[in-house]
């Protein structure tokens, strides 16, 4: 079964560090792989996709087809960065549905 | 620009008991999916509706329900509700078939099943 692991439910880290949110996921294709971003009190809502290759507030995300990971980096983090990120995967082609990872809550402190 | 929005926002039922949530898509999209999440997971994907049809599932049972209507809005009907139902559903709408990973999601309905 297609599947996405983040394994870290929550990651702590102090403004000014770096930031690594794993995702791992499982699929011998061809990935289409996207970070959402659910800040507090907010809806979810899309953050970056693999396929465009782009900065989105200082994050990006390589895919690492040899290791099946996306993992979403930011080299200085700041408290507004703080919310709930998930990894998703569209294998779904025609049907087009996303599988979701169950989450990690990010907290940057002050 | 009117997003996706959902009723009702929280409810709450009793075992075997039917529940319909609504969605309305934002303006321009014609593709409503739903999620189940649950408390402490990622959205699970339940189906998509395009332009009235059902334009595939996940791994839910039968007694999960939808319908699409010609302005894009859409309902989901759950029947013999369970306590592992509680949770919350999200609709997302889109624009087009093929999904290229960018949707827009409402606020979702809290559903609690006693």
């Known amino acids: 079964a297609q599947r996405v692991t983040q394994p870290e439910k929550l990651l702590s880290v102090f403004k000014g560090a770096p930031v690594e949110l794993k995702c791992n996921y499982s699929?011998?294709?061809?990935?289409?792989l996207f970070w959402y971003v659910q800040y507090s009190r907010q809806r979810l809502q899309l953050l970056l996709r693999h396929i465009s290759r782009e900065s989105i507030k200082g994050f990006t995300a390589d895919l690492n087809k040899g290791e099946t990971s996306f993992h979403l980096k930011k080299p200085f983090a700041q408290e507004e960065d703080s919310a709930m990120y998930y990894c998703a995967h569209n294998y779904g082609g025609s049907q087009g549905n996303l599988i979701f990872g169950k989450g990690t809550k990010l907290s940057v402190k002050p | 620009e009117t997003g996706v929005t959902q009723s009702p926002t929280h409810l709450i039922k009793t075992r075997g008991q039917q529940v319909t949530l609504r969605c309305s898509s934002q303006?321009?999209?014609?593709?409503v999916s739903w999620y189940q999440q649950a408390l402490g997971q990622g959205p699970q994907f339940i189906f998509q509706?395009?332009?009235?049809?059902?334009?595939g599932r996940g791994n839910f049972p039968p007694r999960f329900s939808g319908l699409q209507f010609p302005n894009y809005s859409s309902e989901l009907n759950v029947n013999a509700l369970e306590l592992d139902d509680s949770a919350l559903y999200l609709c997302a709408s889109s624009q087009g078939q093929t999904n290229t990973g960018e949707l827009f999601f409402g606020e979702g309905s809290r559903l609690t099943v006693l």
């Open positions: 699929y011998s294709g061809s990935p289409e």
């Open positions: 303006s321009g999209h014609n593709t």
């Open positions: 509706y395009y332009r009235e049809e059902e334009n």
